[in-house]
């Protein structure tokens, strides 16, 4: 069973960055993302790609901010995000699934594999 961990996250100021990081116990090449969730709200996915390439998904929220990454190597996909603001505040999950457009259509019920998940905290 493919295991994913994540690390990174934290407190920052608006304007800051951080960097997410999502290990996989083995490659897949089911599509690699993010969800995020805030308190109250529903889980949104944010972004996410094909380890092949192909279309890489970005939430309209976060496009031109936030930046998904693969690097084979290390079976590893990074979320860049950067100019954060404090909507960006939330608990971010990993999670790999068949196709990319469940992250599109926050169809997280159909996830295969999560992360524990990283909190995200933006200061104003």
């Known amino acids: 069973q493919v295991r994913l961990t994540e690390s990174g996250g934290g407190s920052v100021q608006a304007g800051g960055s951080l960097r997410l990081a999502c290990s996989s116990t083995?490659?897949?090449?089911?599509?690699a993302g993010w969800f995020r969730q805030a308190p109250g709200k529903e889980r949104q996915g944010v972004a996410a790609?094909?380890?092949?390439?192909?279309?890489?998904f970005y939430a309209d929220s976060v496009q031109g901010r936030f930046t998904i990454s693969y690097d084979k190597f290390k079976n590893t996909h990074y979320l860049q995000m950067n100019s954060l603001k404090v909507e960006d505040t939330a608990m971010y999950y990993c999670?790999?699934?068949?196709?990319?457009?469940?992250?599109?259509?926050?169809?997280?019920?159909?996830?295969?594999?999560w992360g524990q998940g990283t909190q995200v905290t933006v200061s104003s």
């Open positions: 999670a790999t699934g068949p196709d990319c457009s469940l992250f599109r259509h926050n169809k997280y019920a159909s996830i295969t594999d």
């Open positions: 083995e490659y897949s090449n089911y599509c």
């Open positions: 790609l094909y380890p092949l390439g192909g279309t890489t």
